[in-house]
């Protein structure tokens, strides 16, 4: 990694105007699994309104990053504000019930649970059941493949269609910020475009999104800003137009694309 580099980026990153209001901030976070240092100072803004993305190789930071921002690792160090105030210290399912939802890597789709109820459980922070239902009928709606499969076993649905159910479960929660965790990863093409496309729907119906991926090429055509991290320190930032067009950088430090 060149210090050049870094300082060229910086500087590109002053000059960008970003929309909204700051949703989302994390300020110098490190944090630690045992003695390995998995996030090293990092710090990153999600705007009102935007998609986000986090890029960056195996093992760099990212789902780390994510679970900080979830509740479900602690931050040594640092802080992660909402609105501006701090939720470092909130248990996991208080942050869900802020509007913060993670759809973590794995898909994490409970066997022995009906489509349906996995989805049922994405709405524990719901109270309202006249909500609930009209939250199942947009997912439903969403998602059409999962109103088919409602009475089947969720751990039976395929790689793509449980991603579907991942995200139809974060979505019973109405959440104002979505947290996604390589939602493209192990899926046919097709079904990536599929999904990318959803994300941009929820988007653009007001969904605030950070975006983990290692399709870089796919996450620059789909967010308006990106981070790259690299063993647990941001390394670059900038709008994803600007980076997109930039091959080198793309080459440089992701490395990937379809
Ligand atoms: N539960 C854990 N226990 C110990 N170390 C962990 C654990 N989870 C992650 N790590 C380590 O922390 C670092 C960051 O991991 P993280 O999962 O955040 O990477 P990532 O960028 O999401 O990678 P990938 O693209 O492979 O999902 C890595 O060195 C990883 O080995
Ligand atoms: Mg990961």
């Not at 049922?120 to 969403?142: C, I, M, P, S």
Request: proline residues 2%; without cysteine; glycine residues 10%.
């Amino acid at each position: 990694m060149t210090e050049t580099l870094n300082q060229t980026d910086n500087d590109r990153s002053e000059s960008v105007t970003r929309p909204g209001k700051v949703r989302l901030s994390i300020r110098d976070v490190e944090a630690f699994y045992g003695q390995i240092q998995a996030l090293r100072g990092v710090s990153l803004d999600v705007h009102e309104g935007e998609i986000v993305t986090l890029l960056g190789s195996n093992g760099a930071g990212k789902s780390t990053t994510l679970k900080t921002i979830s509740g479900l690792v602690r931050a040594r160090r640092g802080d992660v504000h909402l609105e501006g105030e701090s939720i470092a210290t909130l248990a996991a399912h208080e942050i869900a019930r802020r509007g913060v939802v993670h759809v973590p890597e794995g898909r994490r789709i409970l066997r022995g649970l009906t489509v349906k109820e996995n989805l049922e459980l994405g709405a524990f922070t719901v109270k309202d059941n006249a909500l609930r239902r009209q939250r199942l009928e947009e997912v439903y709606e969403l998602f059409p493949i999962l109103h088919e499969r409602r009475h089947q076993d969720g751990s039976l649905l395929s790689g793509g269609q449980q991603q579907m159910l991942a995200m139809g479960r974060a979505l019973m929660h109405g959440p104002s910020v979505m947290l996604l965790d390589e939602p493209s990863m192990g899926l046919a093409p097709k079904l990536v475009t599929d999904i990318m496309r959803i994300i941009k729907r929820l988007n653009e119906a007001g969904t605030t999104i950070l975006l983990v991926e290692q399709n870089a090429r796919l996450a620059l055509r789909l967010a308006h800003y990106a981070y790259v991290i690299e063993n647990g320190e941001i390394r670059m930032q900038g709008e994803a137009a600007r980076l997109r067009e930039d091959e080198s950088i793309v080459k440089a430090y992701l490395g990937v694309g379809e």
